[in-house]
């Protein structure tokens, strides 16, 4: 945070007054100039006597334009300027005069992101640190990231994001302002490459907050929720996630515009690599308008397909049984083997001999209310043989101390 260190008598606020008005008037002659610095630096002080802090920056704000397009003022003298401007929500007597004097500053901060946008970003942080009310910091943040996004200077907030969990718990936000963050930062991240599963990530933060409950606003998520069916399918490294069981997903399964895209998803999900070429031999043109390239929708399911296999054949795999459902030669089968070893989407061994698989785990695809129900299963199950085993443990301790101290009895 900017600290303000006084190199005058007079009041930091003054100086920024009488430094923005003497440019912003000076083409009209010394006497305009004079008359008009006079006239604001009055008005100026006036402002403060009576602590009306909201009018005193929007005061300050006016020649805010002038003073970032004047080739004569350094951005270090830029930035000074607006330390001093954003310095003026601490002297505020409300949450509510707060929040009117840091929706000014943005106001004027975000008017032409593409000028400057590191500047101006760097000045709205700095607002935001001076900031004491957590809603005020919430629409800050929110303008910043939008400004990021319009002056294409997205890597200077990414950072951020890895605190957005530290940062939900402060502002406390209802679900519409959730919604509203969740989006905006994967807007930020989509354009980054690096950074394609935690676009990913907030778009189904973005989708998860709407219920079943929600059916009057569920409508503005189907872009989205396309959107995010997408991206999962283009990514060569995701083959989990939840959208099935998202309401906000849901919705488009009977939507006669997406239907078909709800089919994509609910294939790569559920099915196997020849449900895919089935649909994409009569839905190629859709799959284009999305930017899917056909070449690599089939690698990627053919590991989903592979993954379906070990699941649902008790752990042993044969190599034909492999090759025909992954559509393959006979020499390709260990290859895609190891594909799958490698992406961690299943642990197994191969038996060249006996040509099979044999797994021992596997990646779920889909990790619903079916497969927790399944972990609990399993984790109660373990915890039962684990009491089982102490039990036995303690059983044959208590024996054997038994029978250390009858033959203690005896060497007596």
């Given amino acids: ?107 004027k901060i975000i008017q032409q992101p593409s000028d400057k946008p590191a500047l101006r970003l760097r000045i709205l942080f700095n607002l935001y640190n001076l900031l004491d009310n957590a809603y005020c910091r919430f629409y800050v943040f929110m303008k910043t990231l939008n400004l990021a996004i319009s002056g294409k200077v997205t890597e200077h907030v990414i950072p951020s994001f890895k605190k957005i969990d530290s940062f939900l718990k402060e502002w406390n936000l209802e679900v519409q302002d959730q919604r509203e963050l969740f989006l905006s930062v994967a807007n930020a991240l989509k354009d980054s490459k690096s950074s394609a599963k935690d676009s990913f990530k907030f778009l189904t933060k973005y989708l998860a907050t709407f219920s079943d409950e929600d059916t009057y606003k569920m409508g503005e998520a189907k872009e989205e929720a396309v959107r995010t069916i997408i991206e999962f399918v283009k990514a060569p490294d995701m083959f989990q996630c939840d959208l099935l069981d998202m309401p906000a997903v849901g919705q488009l399964e009977k939507d006669a515009k997406y239907a078909l895209v709800y089919q994509l998803l609910k294939i790569f999900l559920t099915q196997r690599l020849d449900a895919y070429l089935e649909f994409q031999a009569a839905n190629s043109a859709l799959l284009k308008s999305y930017g899917l390239v056909h070449e690599d929708c089939i690698a990627k399911m053919r590991l989903m397909s592979l993954v379906d296999l070990a699941s649902h054949e008790s752990g042993r795999i044969p190599y034909a049984l492999i090759k025909d459902i992954l559509r393959i030669d006979d020499d390709e089968v260990e290859l895609w083997v190891v594909k799958a070893l490698t992406a961690k989407l299943i642990d197994c061994k191969m038996d060249q001999l006996n040509q099979v698989v044999l797994v021992s785990s596997c990646t779920e695809r889909v990790f619903g209310k079916q497969q927790w129900q399944v972990l609990s299963t399993k984790l109660r199950t373990w915890r039962g043989n684990i009491e089982s085993v102490i039990n036995t443990i303690q059983a044959n301790k208590i024996t054997e101390d038994g029978s250390q101290a009858v033959q203690g009895m005896m060497i007596r």
């Fill in 1 to 107: 945070m900017t600290t303000i260190v006084p190199t005058s008598e007079e009041d930091p606020a003054l100086s920024v007054v009488r430094f923005t008005s003497e440019l912003s008037w000076s083409d009209a002659g010394p006497e305009v100039v004079e008359q008009q610095v006079s006239r604001l630096c009055v008005e100026a002080q006036e402002c403060m006597v009576m602590n009306r802090w909201l009018d005193l920056t929007s005061l300050m704000l006016t020649s805010a334009d002038i003073v970032f397009s004047n080739s004569k003022v350094s951005e270090k003298d830029l930035e000074c300027i607006f330390t001093v401007i954003c310095n003026l929500v601490t002297t505020s007597r409300s949450p509510d005069e707060e929040l009117e004097m840091a929706k000014l500053i943005c106001a």
